[in-house]
């Protein structure tokens, strides 16, 4: 039977100043099957997070962060269809990324074949050569491949941060269950897509240094 718990409190930080040069944004599974009308796995609160993705990507893309998307990849036999039903089949309209956050030749696309992003791919392997330590982890669902690729991130010891309002889960439970762990166990950073600069520490913005020389 349903009962009601409450969240306990976690902190959603206001401002997130990371350095662009040691971070990358994972923007996780937005694939048509879980985004878009008609998808096999669809995500309801997966749309209305676009705009907050593209933000993050415009981001990134200014201050030259690296882009890494994840990629469902499933076919004939996969026992996540046993859990699940059929979705992101490799090759179909529903395993690709959507149209508005198409990513670029420069960036780099995982194929997954489980929750976890590190999980028998080479993300580990490029991060490291990237000399990347922060992920800044978005898409859907929020409780299963983007929490399972911060946990996965965090025991790594990647700083990790997720925008709250850019990912997406099928129940709003999931979400806070998912953002709480993320706070609480990895010592992540829950924050908002609009909290989040690309400033390397030490950096002071023009407006700051006025404040500070009075
Ligand atoms: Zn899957």
Request: proline share 5%; charged share 25%; aromatic share 8%.
């Given at each position: 039977?349903?009962?009601?718990?409450?969240?306990?409190?976690y902190?959603?930080?206001?401002?997130?100043?990371?350095?662009?040069?040691?971070?990358?944004?994972?923007?996780?599974?937005?694939q048509?099957?879980?985004?878009?009308?008609?998808?096999?796995?669809?995500?309801?609160?997966?749309?209305?997070?676009?705009?907050?993705?593209?933000?993050?990507l415009?981001?990134?893309?200014?201050?030259?962060?690296?882009?890494?998307?994840?990629?469902?990849?499933?076919?004939?036999?996969?026992?996540?269809?046993?859990?699940?039903?059929?979705?992101a089949?490799?090759?179909?309209?529903?395993?690709?990324?959507?149209?508005?956050?198409?990513?670029?030749?420069?960036?780099?696309?995982?194929?997954?074949?489980?929750?976890?992003?590190?999980?028998?791919?080479?993300?580990?392997?490029?991060?490291?050569?990237?000399?990347?330590?922060?992920?800044?982890?978005?898409?859907?669902?929020?409780?299963?491949?983007?929490?399972?690729?911060?946990?996965?991130?965090?025991?790594?010891?990647?700083?990790?941060?997720?925008?709250?309002?850019?990912?997406?889960a099928?129940?709003?439970?999931?979400?806070?269950?998912?953002?709480r762990?993320?706070?609480f166990?990895?010592?992540?950073?829950?924050?908002t897509?609009?909290?989040?600069?690309?400033?390397?520490?030490?950096?002071?913005?023009?407006?700051?240094?006025?404040?500070?020389?009075?």
């Amino acid at each position: 039977m349903p009962h009601t718990l409450e969240v306990p409190e976690y902190e959603i930080h206001e401002e997130t100043r990371l350095d662009p040069s040691k971070t990358a944004l994972i923007v996780v599974d937005m694939q048509n099957d879980f985004v878009k009308e008609g998808g096999s796995l669809l995500v309801p609160d997966a749309e209305a997070t676009v705009p907050n993705i593209k933000n993050l990507l415009a981001l990134a893309r200014e201050n030259h962060m690296k882009v890494v998307f994840t990629q469902d990849t499933h076919s004939d036999g996969d026992p996540e269809w046993d859990i699940w039903p059929e979705h992101a089949r490799e090759g179909t309209w529903g395993w690709e990324i959507i149209g508005e956050l198409a990513p670029r030749e420069s960036e780099t696309v995982i194929r997954k074949v489980r929750y976890d992003a590190f999980y028998g791919t080479h993300l580990d392997h490029f991060l490291r050569l990237w000399k990347v330590d922060t992920l800044v982890i978005c898409g859907t669902v929020a409780n299963i491949c983007v929490h399972y690729t911060a946990a996965s991130a965090a025991l790594r010891w990647y700083d990790v941060v997720v925008p709250k309002d850019a990912t997406s889960a099928l129940d709003p439970f999931d979400l806070e269950a998912s953002l709480r762990q993320t706070s609480f166990l990895f010592s992540g950073r829950i924050t908002t897509s609009g909290a989040i600069k690309a400033e390397a520490p030490g950096y002071r913005s023009k407006i700051e240094e006025a404040a500070k020389e009075g």
